[in-house]
């Protein structure tokens, strides 16, 4: 089955700084990866996804690229602010429609 | 518009008694839904999923199982809670191909078992 491995586990910068958040996978045949943003004691929420037939997304400041023959996939947020303090979780779509996640990045903003 | 609803928010039970979490989708037909565990400050594991009524996939062994005697109903149970079954419990659910893969989660039910 597949399997997302995820890093770093936590992550402090700087506000306005660039976080990056890395995800690999292993199945060649998972074709969507979303990424969720889950606050303490919270459910997790969808921030932005990506299908396999696109190389990079953009959505104002968080950004996410994939590598389809490395089969790693990134997660960019730039001009970080201190309400993106969060935990980040990558994940990946294959068949069956299952949905199978990282372990997750405990991301700090600090201001 | 779709919603999920989850419940309870909060469940404490004995080490050996039974439970049963519910959860149901309104808004939408034939959904895909989903069964993920999160151990306190780790990650989101998938329990069980299922792509139509009466059909359950499991992923990991344990003494959980699950249901969906409804088309946007879906139950997690167990006849003998253990420790290691403490957690934040989530459903989700999602539209099958091809429209939209997108997982939209429940508020999350978190279990402590003593």
């Known amino acids: 089955g597949e399997n997302v491995e995820q890093h770093p586990s936590t992550l402090s910068v700087q506000e306005g700084d660039s976080a990056v958040i890395k995800c690999t996978y292993s199945?060649?045949?998972?074709?969507?990866f979303p990424w969720y943003k889950q606050e303490l004691g919270k459910r997790p929420q969808l921030i932005i996804d990506?299908?396999?037939?696109?190389g990079e997304k953009k959505d104002q400041r968080i950004a996410v690229t994939l590598n389809k023959t490395a089969k790693h996939f990134s997660l960019h947020i730039t001009e970080t602010q201190p309400e993106d303090s969060a935990v980040y979780f990558c994940?990946?779509?294959?068949?069956?429609?299952?949905?199978?996640f990282g372990t997750g990045t405990k991301l700090q903003v600090i201001p | 518009s779709q919603t999920i609803h989850q419940w309870p928010a909060t469940l404490v039970q004995p080490v050996g008694s039974p439970l049963s979490l519910e959860c149901t989708v309104e808004?939408?037909?034939?959904?895909?839904l989903y069964w993920y565990r999160q151990a306190a400050g780790r990650g989101l594991q998938l329990l069980f999923y299922?792509?139509?009524?009466?059909?359950i996939s499991s992923e990991v062994p344990q003494n959980l199982s699950a249901s969906r005697p409804q088309d946007r109903q879906f139950i997690l149970s167990s006849k003998k809670l253990l420790l290691s079954d403490s957690g934040f419990y989530l459903c989700a659910w999602s539209v099958p191909r091809p429209l939209n893969e997108k997982l939209f989660f429940g508020s999350g039910t978190q279990l402590s078992v003593l």
């Open positions: 994940a990946a779509e294959g068949g069956y429609q299952k949905v199978t």
């Open positions: 299922s792509v139509g009524i009466g059909q």
């Open positions: 990506i299908r396999s037939n696109v």
């Open positions: 808004g939408t037909s034939n959904p895909n």
């Open positions: 199945d060649s045949a998972s074709n969507y």
